[in-house]
Nanobody
Framework: QVQLVESGGGLVQPGGSLRLSCAASGFTLQSYALVWLRQAPGKEREGVSCISGDGNTDYADSVKGRFTISRDNAKNTVYLQMNSLKPEDTAVYYC?????????????????????WGRGTQVTVSS
């Protein structure tokens, strides 16, 4: 069965950290660019970060210097380490796989037909 499954979300205080995981099954994640997106209540979905098949990364300006994306090809999993979290980071976080291996601007694109989607994991930053 082909699927992406996110995990690692939760409630954290401002300034705290979380690590999200996106585990793939049924296909080899390394062949795809993997994008983390998020959607806050009442807001449009936005790209957060991308990692290409060869390991190059890209980030939204709002998370640069705070978030780090990485992949473990042996585990077929991509991670998003989120540090110095802010209340405005509160959202449902999704991972999605693109039918190409390069990021090439995916983070900034508002529309893209991703091949696979996860169901999302809630991240809440609040004191």
């Amino acid at each position: 069965q082909v699927q992406l499954v996110e995990s690692g979300g939760g409630l954290v205080q401002p300034g705290g950290s979380l690590r999200l995981s996106c585990a793939a099954s049924g296909f080899t994640l390394q062949s795809y660019a993997l994008v983390w997106l998020r959607q806050a209540p009442g807001k449009e979905r936005e790209g957060v970060s991308c990692i290409s098949g060869d390991g190059n990364t890209d980030y939204a300006d709002s998370v640069k210097g705070r978030f780090t994306i990485s992949r473990d090809n042996a585990k077929n999993t991509v991670y998003l380490q989120m540090n110095s979290l802010k209340p405005e980071d509160t959202a449902v976080y999704y991972c999605a796989a693109a039918s190409r291996s390069l990021c090439a601007g995916l983070v900034k694109r508002t529309t893209y037909r991703y091949t696979y989607w996860g169901r999302g994991t809630q991240v809440t930053v609040s004191s």
